[in-house]
């Protein structure tokens, strides 16, 4: 019974998909929330914190370029390809599938009250929501899919794409990757140290809307 809460533990811990699957299983995650529908558990956005931090060491698994602003980039493409293309499997299988997952019923790794959310966030915000949804975790796996089941055009679901892709790369490995210097150098303080109360901040952070918002739904049904 330990060793099971113990690897349910791992899964949210960012740390540990860095640590013991590297580069590639990274990439492979970020690619998952949205292109698997598989981002109601997996840590998005403090696995992105997080890997900004390793980004020397991510980066030296496919080629080390002997410094750390290039080696931040590298990583910060990769993931931005990843979830780019996450994002348009998505969009593809919405298109493709059409109203029937509003019909389907709840499985493991899909539950319908979150696509629910996550068109109720779209037809407030538009094509916008695109680019939003990528920093709430849950909405940011299903807003392609509604994208692609209401027929949002192909040229403009594309740039919404990008843009929200490259603010959401950036935004997180950058700030990883420079607090972590910055807390060392000037306080001696290791973020390594206490990335579980890192990773447990930004859940919080980033999960409250989407809480607020499913109470609040409840509450009106």
């Not at 990583?75 to 509003?102: D, K, Q």
């Not at 037809?123 to 027929?151: E, S």
Request: hydrophobic share 55%.
């Amino acid at each position: 019974m330990i060793e099971l809460v113990i690897q349910w533990k791992d899964l949210l811990n960012p740390e540990f998909y860095i640590q013991h699957g590297g580069l590639w299983l990274f990439l492979f995650i970020v690619f998952a929330e949205t292109g698997l529908f598989a981002g109601f558990f997996l840590p998005g956005d403090s696995l992105l914190f997080v890997a900004g931090i390793y980004s020397n060491e991510l980066a030296g698994e496919l080629f080390d370029l002997n410094n750390d602003v290039l080696n931040l980039l590298l990583v910060c493409l990769l993931v931005f390809c990843s979830g780019t293309l996450g994002n348009m499997v998505g969009y593809w299988f919405g298109a493709a599938s059409g109203p029937y997952l509003f019909r389907k019923d709840d499985t493991f790794f899909f539950k319908r009250k979150h696509l629910l959310t996550a068109k109720d966030f779209y037809d407030k915000h538009g094509g916008g929501a695109i680019v939003f949804a990528r920093f709430l975790p849950i909405i940011r796996t299903f807003a392609p899919i509604i994208a692609g089941i209401v027929r949002m055009e192909k040229h403009k679901f594309t740039f919404y794409n990008i843009v929200g892709c490259i603010a959401w790369v950036f935004i997180m490995m950058f700030a990883g990757h420079y607090l972590y210097k910055f807390f060392l150098s000037q306080f001696g303080f290791d973020l390594k140290e206490r990335l579980e109360l890192i990773v447990l901040g930004i859940i919080l952070v980033t999960t409250a809307p989407v809480i607020i918002k499913l109470v609040a739904g409840g509450k009106k049904n």
